[in-house]
Nanobody, 124 residues
Framework: VQLVESGGGSVQPGGSLRLSCVASGDIFGRYCMGWFRQVPDREREGVAATYVGSKLAYYGDSVKGRFTISQDNAEKTVSLQMNRLQPEDTTMYYC???????????????????WGQGTQVTVS
């Protein structure tokens, strides 16, 4: 599975950005798509995930109420609407794919088999 992200950029504090991720390749049935971000000196942090084909969505505590994940199953696209951005949200963001449900492991980067190249988000 190949993933291509888009939509990163620079914004002032309080602003918004929308990231998108298009998946292609051998994708069958429902699957989990997640967004992660790089945290200094740590593994990638789970930001949000969704079980594509369902209404299930998961969010990290630091983004609840500010970020919203959405999906277009027909287009195999998952988007992340990021509102009220703050300087601490500045980092690289990655899209990830797992060929199954999200479940309790959605926030673990080791759970996902495929990754995008990342897109930079800068808030300053």
């Amino acid at each position: 599975v190949q993933l291509v992200e888009s939509g990163g950029g620079s914004v002032q504090p309080g602003g918004s950005l929308r990231l998108s991720c298009v998946a292609s390749g051998d994708i069958f049935g429902r699957y989990c798509m997640g967004w992660f971000r790089q945290v200094p000196d740590r593994e990638r942090e789970g930001v949000a995930a969704t079980y594509v084909g369902s209404k299930l969505a998961y969010y990290g505590d630091s983004v609840k109420g500010r970020f919203t994940i959405s999906q277009d199953n027909a287009e195999k696209t998952v988007s992340l609407q990021m509102n009220r951005l703050q300087p601490e949200d500045t980092t690289m963001y990655y899209c990830a794919y797992h060929g199954g449900g999200c479940g309790s492991l959605w926030g673990s980067d080791g759970y996902f088999e495929s990754w995008g190249q990342g897109t930079q988000v800068t808030v300053s």
